[in-house]
C-alpha cells in the first residue's frame, strides 16, 4: 500500500469516529479520492485533520475538498 493510501485510510478512521454513519468504502483512482454517502461540510472538524496530516487545502466547494500532498493533488468529494 502506498504512503497516500494510508493516508487516507487514516483519514478516513479519524471520520468515522467523528461522523458514524460515514460509508466505509473508499475508490483510490489516480489522484481522486471518492468517499461514498459522505457530506464534508457535515463534518466541519475535516480542514483540521487534513492539516494534521500536513495537507494544503488548496480549494473547498459544497461537494468537495482538493488538497495537496507533497507533489500529488489529491480530490476528496461525495459519491454520486
Known amino acids: 500500500m502506498q504512503d497516500e493510501e494510508l493516508i487516507v485510510y487514516d483519514i478516513l478512521d ?8 460515514v460509508d466505509k468504502k473508499i475508490v483510490l483512482r489516480n489522484d481522486e479520492v471518492i468517499i ?3 457530506n464534508f461540510f457535515d463534518f466541519e472538524g475535516l ?3 487534513l492539516k494534521t496530516y500536513k ?3 488548496i480549494e473547498m466547494k459544497k461537494d468537495s ?4 500532498k507533497k507533489d ?7 459519491k454520486d
Open 14 to 21: 479519524k471520520l468515522k469516529s467523528s461522523v458514524p454513519d
Open 36 to 38: 461514498g454517502n459522505f
Open 47 to 49: 480542514p483540521s485533520v
Open 55 to 57: 495537507f494544503d487545502i
Open 65 to 68: 475538498i482538493t488538497v495537496k
Open 72 to 78: 500529488n493533488i489529491i480530490y476528496f468529494s461525495p
